[in-house]
């Protein structure tokens, strides 16, 4: 359980959890993109996006950037305009204390979009958004789980271990960090610097497996 769901939290009743996770997914410019788009989908819509240990935020080199969002668009994803990202902002969390609504939890996405005020192909797996930073002013940069990713583009490398580690940040569990990137000392020092409980190199971050 994690601190997204209050619905186990009930007096005398003794629960494990491992606090508000927020996963981010750095993509860097050597990464196989198509590798990454495949295993970052599989991940995040498996059960709608409903685990929440699923990438959350999708930080990607700017060099690769709109090649990235381009396969991401061609698997089926949708990304919103700012409009409709306003709409799933308001439809996700309470714009007061910023906490989510259950009512999103694990709805597809085109379920989703419809409930928040707009329309997506019925094959639509994934709701694409671009943020422009990270923290309260950017309510997507928060855990959702529902089949919804967070998008932003890092000019550096420094700049993407900074974004990863200020999404960690925002959370409250330094659970998990996903790395696509071919680099082998790149790896090395994505794992050393973020100190997460499980570092993925390669790999989604969930599995339906």
Request: proline share 6%; net charge negative; charged share 20%.
């Amino acid at each position: 359980m994690d601190e997204n769901d209050s619905s186990h939290l009930l007096p005398g009743k003794p629960v494990l959890g491992m606090g508000r996770v927020n996963t981010p997914c750095f993509i860097d410019r050597s990464a196989d993109l198509e590798q990454a788009v495949t295993d970052l989908i599989f991940s995040k819509s498996f059960d709608n996006g409903l685990i929440s240990t699923s990438e959350q935020t999708v930080i990607i080199g700017r060099e690769v950037y709109f090649q990235a969002v381009d396969l991401l668009l061609q698997k089926y994803c949708y990304l919103a305009t700012e409009q409709e990202k306003e709409l799933l902002e308001t439809f996700l969390f309470d714009p007061e204390s910023g906490t989510a609504h259950p009512r999103a939890r694990g709805l597809s996405a085109p379920a989703l979009a419809e409930l928040a005020g707009f329309t997506v192909p019925s094959q639509t797996k994934l709701i694409l958004t671009e943020i422009a930073g990270i923290g309260p002013a950017h309510p997507l940069s928060r855990p959702k789980a529902a089949p919804v990713l967070a998008l932003l583009a890092a000019e550096s490398w420094y700049e993407g271990l900074c974004l990863c580690e200020a999404v960690l940040d925002f959370g409250s569990s330094t659970h998990a960090a996903v790395l696509h990137a071919r680099d082998n000392t790149l790896c090395r020092e994505f794992a050393s610097r973020l100190k997460t409980v499980h570092t993925i190199l390669n790999g989604p971050a969930t599995r339906g497996d």
